[in-house]
């Protein structure tokens, strides 16, 4: 009996712990919450840097001088881990000093940042202020209203930064870009995203003083690139002629894109959304991509922009696609074989045209965001010239503003001084991007594994385009963009 | 309160918490299959109609059974083998060599298939040293025929260690006055193996090889962390495909349709699995 007593007092104890526990838990993070001290108060600016590709930041606090006059605001920012998200960070904190921001920068892979944008504002969420996005997704988001216009909300467009940046980062895109959505036409363009970093595209890199020593010169048109490859290749040492990124995906569907354009395909679509890419000369361009191939690593369709890059680094290859904004840290850096030696030029011409293709990332501004003109300030300083020069003196990223590429000081880089030349040429070509849709993440993992099943020998190249261009048209009659 | 209702409380919390955790996001999963999008607009069976006639979702079907039949197989067979030559008493230091088998089991899958990812590379991996003796090295992710079992390999690497422990512990129960008598009556390794051992640890293999199966049924990590599905199409998984169709494409429906058809394929071969290990006795 006083057994079963103290068994009844020790659950009732036992209840009234945990529950008193809960309850000043709930209570506590309630006061704690409301009773936050306002950013007034602050006077530190936070910098949160995470390069692993998680969400849970690392913050490091440091002490700064705030602006009296402007209250204190904080701005929130979801961006790209590593290299590519690091030329930002010095802007971002001199934005914040100027103004009295608090910026909180989170860092996540690129892998996640699609994938946690869509999730944020489907759910309508404010947590970020401005997203980062690679340009092909950021449609998905302007389409469904997620994106505020940039250029209506006070955005300064300067022709100082190339017309096919702006045109990148405009929803619907302009006509020369390539067709649109159905749901998307006569929608009134607007920018919602200003296209900024890495890319801008795949250049042509090939050692020239490789091609020096054997009295060749620089090749004007796939053919002459690909007797390059030839010349050098001798895997018995190992050398090789060729690499590029050749993973499944988007990664071999970006590197051999300017291919199809200079074989005389003009976008991957039609105006009613029926594959190109599959054309006679979508094949023989694709066929070219695959005669290169074959002066390649053994590994190539493994390989990304490590391999590749590792590739120019160890002093191995001899020409390939490279992406400045992936790799020329790497490529011209301290260390590297092929630095200073290598040159990045728009790429060779094909039978029919000499077309880049045109990708990078961007940054775009939350509508459900309580602080969009805040963000529109940030972004307009991140394109000032003043914010552009830090982006390229202090943080290391090549800047968007042409007047700066003239510059000694900022093209006197090592790092960026053979990548100004090619860059004024290869964004004044027009290069053509991805298919604007909001659906190509969809479509990329189709049309790039039959790239990469005919990369591996399973397919021809007529093969792979076909089953592709077979699948892809399923899959847009199923959501509705070809009828019938 | 009373005594009575306590017990009811404490007695229904974990069936309001199953149904909170397992059996609502399954009924959730199985509602969204029938919108497209994420609860866009209904579509019915559409998705289902569309799913099998997908020639990327038969593919997925087919790479997925192989991979399991392959690992399963492999996994249950070499764990056998390690876990009797292990019992063997001549074999020293039995609990350095446990330690060791046990290793892989605690490295995270993901890891495990970047590290294979690296150690496969034919030009940066160790393999790649065979081109200096004139040897090609072997293409283990790039080809597709070798790819399946390259990643079956590491799905093995990381998991035969855990149908070893199943059937040492087994192994270790069996009286040893039997194998003693048996090694009098001048019984052979593999008498002993298949006429007193088996018969002895058969649950626990049938236990073993229905773990495993569900597992590689749905296996995503390691593969991921490898090929990512490459290469083209040879190592898409259901998992991974499912994966794709949710967080890349963003056709909740429709990867709900293909998890719900997944569930549906696992479900049958557990139960077929659990049929045999429990009532066949």
């Known amino acids: 009996m006083s057994g079963e007593k103290e068994r009844k007092i020790n659950r009732r104890n036992y209840l009234k712990v945990v529950g008193g526990t809960v309850a000043g838990l709930v209570i506590g993070g309630a006061i704690g919450y409301l009773s936050r001290a306002p950013a007034v108060e602050r006077i530190t600016e936070t910098k949160t840097i995470t390069v692993t590709q998680t969400i849970t930041p690392t913050t490091i606090t440091q002490t700064i001088t705030p602006t009296p006059t402007k209250p204190?605001?904080?701005?929130?920012?979801?961006?790209?881990?590593?290299?590519?998200?690091?030329?930002?960070?010095?802007?971002?904190?001199?934005?914040?000093?100027?103004?009295?921001?608090?910026?909180?920068?989170?860092?996540?892979?690129?892998?996640?940042?699609?994938?946690?944008?869509?999730?944020?504002?489907?759910?309508?969420?404010?947590?970020?202020?401005?997203?980062?996005?690679?340009?092909?997704?950021?449609?998905?988001?302007?389409?469904?209203?997620?994106?505020?216009?940039?250029?209506?909300?006070?955005?300064?467009?300067?022709?100082?930064?190339?017309?096919?940046?702006?045109?990148?980062?405009?929803?619907?895109?302009?006509?020369?870009?390539?067709?649109?959505?159905?749901?998307?036409?006569?929608?009134?363009?607007?920018?919602?995203?200003?296209?900024?970093?890495?890319?801008?595209?795949?250049?042509?890199?090939?050692?020239?003083?490789?091609?020096?020593?054997?009295?060749?010169?620089?090749?004007?048109?796939?053919?002459?690139?690909?007797?390059?490859?030839?010349?050098?290749?001798?895997?018995?040492?190992?050398?090789?002629?060729?690499?590029?990124?050749?993973?499944?995906?988007?990664?071999?569907?970006?590197?051999s894109a300017c291919f199809f354009y200079d074989y005389g395909v003009p976008y991957f679509f039609d105006e009613n959304w029926r594959p190109l890419f599959n054309s006679p000369e979508g094949v023989e361009g694709f066929e070219?991509?695959?005669?290169?191939?074959?002066?390649?690593?053994?590994?190539?369709?493994?390989?990304?922009?490590?391999?590749?890059?590792?590739?120019?680094?160890?002093?191995?290859?001899?020409?390939?696609?490279?992406n400045p904004g992936d790799v020329v840290r790497d490529i011209e850096g301290p260390g590297s074989a092929s630095a200073g030696k290598l040159l990045w030029m728009f790429p060779p011409a094909g039978p029919k045209a000499r077309k880049g293709v045109l990708g990078l990332f961007t940054m775009t501004v939350n509508k459900f965001s309580k602080n969009i003109d805040l963000a529109i300030d940030l972004l307009n300083y991140f394109i000032s010239e003043e914010g552009q020069t830090i982006y390229a003196l202090k943080g290391g990223g090549w800047p968007i503003r042409r007047s700066l590429w003239e510059k000694p000081e900022i093209n006197k880089n090592p790092l960026f001084k053979p990548l100004y030349p090619g860059l004024m040429e290869y964004l004044d070509s027009k290069p053509i991007p991805y298919p604007r849709t909001t659906e190509w993440l969809t479509m990329v993992d189709i049309y790039g594994g039959y790239l990469n099943a005919a990369l591996i020998g399973q397919y021809t190249a007529k093969e792979a385009l076909d089953k592709a261009a077979e699948e892809i048209t399923a899959y847009l009659k199923r959501i509705g963009y070809i009828k019938g | 309160?009373?005594?009575?209702?306590?017990?009811?409380?404490?007695?229904?919390?974990?069936?309001?918490?199953?149904?909170?955790?397992?059996?609502?996001?399954?009924?959730?999963?199985?509602?969204?299959?029938?919108?497209?999008?994420?609860?866009?607009?209904?579509?019915?069976?559409?998705?289902?109609?569309?799913?099998?006639?997908?020639?990327r979702f038969i593919s997925t079907i087919k790479v997925t059974l192989t991979f399991t039949i392959i690992t399963v197989t492999s996994q249950t067979l070499i764990g056998l083998l390690l876990a009797f030559v292990l019992l063997q008493p001549e074999v020293k230091n039995k609990s350095f060599w446990q330690t060791i088998f046990l290793l892989p089991l605690v490295i995270p899958p993901i890891v495990?298939?970047?590290?294979?990812?690296?150690?496969?590379?034919?030009?940066?991996?160790?393999?790649?040293?065979?081109?200096?003796?004139?040897?090609?090295?072997?293409?283990?992710?790039?080809?597709?025929?070798?790819?399946?079992?390259?990643?079956?390999?590491?799905?093995?690497?990381?998991?035969?260690?855990?149908?070893?422990?199943?059937?040492?512990?087994?192994?270790?129960?069996?009286?040893?006055?039997?194998?003693?008598?048996?090694?009098?009556?001048?019984?052979?390794?593999?008498?002993?193996?298949?006429?007193?051992?088996?018969?002895?640890?058969?649950?626990?293999?049938?236990?073993?090889?229905?773990?495993?199966?569900?597992?590689?049924?749905?296996?995503?990590?390691?593969?991921?962390?490898?090929?990512?599905?490459?290469?083209?199409?040879?190592?898409?998984?259901?998992?991974?495909?499912?994966?794709?169709?949710?967080?890349?494409?963003?056709?909740?429906?429709?990867?709900?349709?293909?998890?719900?058809?997944?569930?549906?394929?696992t479900t049958t071969i557990a139960i077929i699995l659990i049929k045999l290990t429990y009532f066949r006795r």
């Open chain 2, 112 to 265: 495990a298939g970047v590290m294979f990812k690296i150690l496969y590379h034919p030009s940066f991996g160790p393999f790649s040293y065979l081109s200096m003796i004139k040897i090609s090295p072997p293409l283990w992710l790039e080809d597709p025929n070798l790819a399946i079992i390259s990643v079956s390999l590491i799905n093995n690497w990381m998991w035969t260690p855990f149908t070893f422990l199943i059937f040492y512990t087994g192994m270790r129960a069996i009286p040893h006055e039997i194998i003693e008598s048996a090694n009098l009556d001048g019984a052979s390794g593999l008498d002993i193996l298949t006429k007193i051992i088996f018969p002895y640890i058969k649950t626990l293999i049938l236990i073993a090889i229905l773990f495993r199966s569900i597992d590689n049924l749905i296996a995503f990590d390691e593969i991921m962390g490898s090929t990512a599905g490459g290469p083209a199409f040879a190592t898409t998984t259901f998992a991974i495909y499912i994966y794709k169709l949710a967080f890349k494409s963003w056709d909740l429906g429709y990867a709900s349709a293909a998890s719900v058809i997944l569930f549906i394929i």
């Open chain 1, 288 to 322: 070219m991509f695959l005669k290169l191939a074959k002066y390649a690593p053994p590994g190539l369709p493994t390989y990304g922009c490590t391999e590749y890059a590792l590739e120019f680094v160890n002093g191995r290859v001899v020409s390939g696609m490279i």
């Open chain 2, 1 to 55: 309160m009373s005594k009575e209702l306590y017990q009811k409380i404490f007695f229904l919390s974990p069936f309001f918490l199953l149904m909170l955790l397992v059996i609502f996001p399954l009924f959730y999963s199985i509602y969204i299959s029938f919108f497209k999008g994420f609860l866009e607009s209904f579509c019915g069976l559409e998705n289902y109609f569309y799913l099998f006639q997908d020639p």
């Open chain 1, 72 to 255: 204190r605001r904080t701005l929130k920012i979801l961006g790209f881990s590593g290299a590519l998200g690091d030329p930002h960070i010095k802007v971002f904190e001199k934005f914040g000093e100027e103004n009295n921001v608090e910026i909180q920068y989170i860092r996540i892979g690129y892998d996640e940042l699609a994938e946690k944008a869509v999730s944020l504002l489907e759910a309508g969420s404010s947590e970020f202020d401005i997203i980062f996005q690679d340009d092909p997704f950021f449609p998905r988001l302007a389409s469904k209203g997620w994106l505020v216009p940039l250029d209506e909300l006070g955005l300064k467009k300067t022709a100082d930064i190339p017309d096919v940046l702006w045109d990148l980062g405009s929803w619907p895109t302009p006509p020369y870009m390539g067709p649109v959505p159905p749901a998307d036409k006569g929608k009134e363009p607007h920018i919602y995203a200003l296209a900024h970093a890495g890319g801008p595209g795949e250049f042509y890199g090939v050692r020239t003083d490789l091609l020096e020593e054997k009295k060749l010169s620089i090749p004007k048109t796939w053919d002459e690139a690909l007797e390059i490859a030839k010349t050098f290749y001798d895997p018995a040492k190992p050398f090789y002629g060729w690499v590029c990124r050749g993973i499944k995906g988007d990664p071999i569907a970006f590197d």
